[in-house]
Structures are given as structure tokens and as C-alpha cells.
């Protein structure tokens, strides 16, 4: 009877369905529809436009993104989710998309944000001052300024917390996958192509919580305290002399040239030179010290204003309602495709075998294509530039140049 009845329980255990705040894939043209370009953030000679394709190396060329087309802009664009995230629900949040750099950037950002502002929220004027709850995402100026951002919004200090150490980013000019998952336990993780880079506690990898343990105010090093390793041996004396010996001498070796003449060139002094035996100024040696008591150590005590906080991943305290792209950048070529918002990893991961990793392969083929084209037109340019190089060097007889003349 037991048994039954349990069977019978696990037989009402439904399992839940994910919520999707977004999908966007960008492969129809209506995607204009769906998105707004932050039109008023800023003049329009420096806002970038969006160009609408499969890119220059594909995997299908039906399967379309957005890609920054203009140098030196600024770019914005947002859209509205689906549904409202309520990080009172305490559910997982997932943010994924993929970026491409076909440009081979030097300098720009490919971030993607999630914006709390409801009916208030206003799509034209979406821009760098905007408030977000998440940031996260590629960023990339120079050889040595590489990372993934990960930030969160925290409501208690009114500010946008940047992780401690950074996150390695992808540089290369292929389509790569990016994953963050924010969890109610206070935990989050990044993915890079479906590859786990960085997990751990919000507390420990942000700045959210001040120390749980302070330095004692009322403690402080006692004026006796010796923390002299080493001292001068008191035992030690100078020798007799010692000051005596210069620092340079009359070189030795040198003699006075034949053609001196004392009375037009004056008395004639050997060059002086680095006195061998001259020691430096006399320091006594150095003991170790019989009164050392070691380095002083601040004793710690538990910080009054430490308090653990279950509500620090609530990014979205009042409701997420948006998503956008605020990015600048100095050389465009930047492609963004395939974002999904949801609150299962596990849906985030089917989504990408079904764009991200069905069309890595083929997009893999075409770039190395056209790689293995531009190294054979460089080579032969190369042969082209040299083979008239050593024309130029060649001699020429005058029947040769008769030749020429009448070629020409």
C-alpha cells in the first residue's frame, strides 16, 4: 500500500517550464520592428548604423545577425523583453548570445545589458547613463585591456559592481558563445562556448560585503616593539686607516705624451683611476638583532558592520523589462546573433546546439577558405613586388636599352 501510494506521488511531480523573456535570432527582416536604435542618445554623425546579414564567413547564409558597419561610432539598441524578470521570483537568470569580430578588433565593446524601466523605459534615448541591472559581455582595447564584464547592479550601495578579476574574452574573427547564469543562491557562472570560465559566491568575487574582519581600532604596535631583523655588530671597528684610503689614483700605466710642453700645456697629471683597495664608507657588519621580536601583526576582530545579504543577486529588484547593446567602437565588424533570456541553462544549452554549434563547423570552413585565399594573393604580391625589384637592380648595356626603345 506504501509503495503504491509513493509511486502514485511521483507520478503528480511535473516537471516546470522554463520562462523565455527573449529569443532573437535575427533572421527576418522585421527584427527592426522588434528593436529600437537609441536615436536620440546621441547626434546622428555619431551613431554607427546596423547592417542586417549573414556576415562575410557563415555557416548558412540565411542565418542573419546585426553587425556594427561604421568606424569610429557609438552604437545603441534595445528591445523589449517578452515578459518582465523579477528577481523576486527567484529564479535562475541565464543571459547568452553570440558575437563575431570579423574586423579583427582592436578596440570596442560587444556587451549586452538587461535594463529595469517598465512603461517609463525609453528606447530613443538608451545610452551609457542608462541604469542596468546585468552587464555582460566582451570588451577589447589594445593587446593588454582584454575581458569579459561581468556586472551586477546592487540597490544597497546604489552601484554597478565589476567582478574582482577579470574574465578571459575571445579575440579571434569566429562567431563564440556567451553564457552568464546568476542564481538566488548567490552564486553565478560563466560560460565561453559552452565551457564553464568562471563560477563562485557573489560575495567573494564582487564587491558586495564589507570584511568580516577588521583591524582593531584600539590596538595599535606597542612603542617598544623591535622589528629589526638585523642590527650593526657593536663589536665592530673601523680599521686604522681606513679613512685614509682614496677613492681614486694616478693611473700607473699612464705617462706624460712626447709632444707635452709644461710651459704651453701646463704641468702634466697622470688621469686618475678607481682605487682598487677603496672600500666605500665603513659600515660595521650586520647581526641579527637578540631583541627582535618578529613582524607585528595587527590583531583582527570581527567587523560590527559586516552583515550577510540573501538578496545580492536581486539585479532585478523592481523588474527587468529590456535588453540593449550601448557599445562604442573604432574599427565596426562586430556581429551579434542568437540571444536567448531565460531562466533554465539547460533550455540556453538546447537553444545553442540549435544555432551557436549547428553552424560553427560550416562558418569554421569558410573563414579558412578565405584565409588561405588572402595569404595566396599577399604571396604572389609579395613575388610581383621582388620580381620588379631585381629588374630594377639589373644592369643594362646600351642594346638592351635600344630594345626597350623600341618596344616603346
Partial sequence: MKLSLFATALSLVVPVAADFYLKEQFNDDAWKDRWTISSDWKKKDELGEWEHTAGEWHGDVNDKGIKTSQDARHYGLSAPLSKTFNSGDKKDLVIQYSVKH?????????????????????????????????????????????????????????????????????????THLYTLVLRPDNTFEVFI?????????????????????IKDPDQSKPNDWVDEKKIADPDDEKPEGYDD?????????????????????????????????????????????????????????????????????????????????????????????????????????????????????????????????????????????????DMDDMPMDDDMMGDMGDEF
Fill in 102 to 174: 570579423e574586423q579583427k578588433i582592436d578596440c570596442g565593446g560587444a556587451y549586452i545589458k538587461l535594463l529595469p524601466g517598465g512603461d517609463k523605459f525609453e528606447s530613443t534615448k538608451f545610452g551609457g547613463d542608462t541604469p542596468y541591472g546585468v552587464m555582460f559581455g566582451p570588451d577589447i582595447c589594445g593587446t593588454s585591456n582584454k575581458r569579459t564584464h561581468v556586472i551586477f547592479h546592487y540597490d544597497k550601495k546604489d552601484d554597478n559592481l565589476l567582478i574582482k578579476k577579470n574574465v578571459n574574452t575571445e579575440d579571434n574573427q569566429l
Fill in 245 to 389: 684610503i682614496p677613492m681614486e689614483l694616478p693611473d700607473p700605466d699612464a705617462s706624460k705624451p712626447d709632444d707635452w710642453d709644461d710651459e704651453d700645456d701646463g704641468e702634466w697629471e697622470a688621469p686618475m683611476v678607481d682605487n682598487p683597495d677603496y672600500k666605500g664608507p665603513w659600515k660595521a657588519k650586520m647581526i641579527d638583532n637578540p631583541d627582535y621580536k618578529g613582524k607585528w601583526e595587527h590583531p583582527m576582530i570581527s567587523n560590527p558592520e559586516y552583515e550577510y545579504d540573501d538578496n545580492m543577486y536581486a539585479v532585478c529588484k523592481d523588474g527587468c523589462t529590456h535588453v540593449g547593446f550601448e557599445i562604442w567602437q573604432v574599427k565596426s565588424g562586430t556581429m551579434f546573433d542568437d540571444i536567448i533570456i531565460t531562466d533554465s541553462l539547460e533550455e540556453a544549452q538546447k537553444f545553442a546546439e540549435e544555432t551557436f554549434f549547428k553552424k560553427k563547423d560550416g562558418e569554421k570552413d569558410m573563414f579558412d577558405a578565405a584565409e588561405k585565399k588572402r595569404r595566396e594573393e599577399e604571396d604572389a604580391a609579395r613575388e610581383d613586388e621582388e620580381d620588379m625589384d
Fill in 193 to 213: 562556448d559552452n565551457k564553464s570560465v568562471r563560477a563562485g559566491k557573489l560575495d567573494e568575487e564582487f564587491d558586495y560585503l564589507p570584511d568580516k574582519e
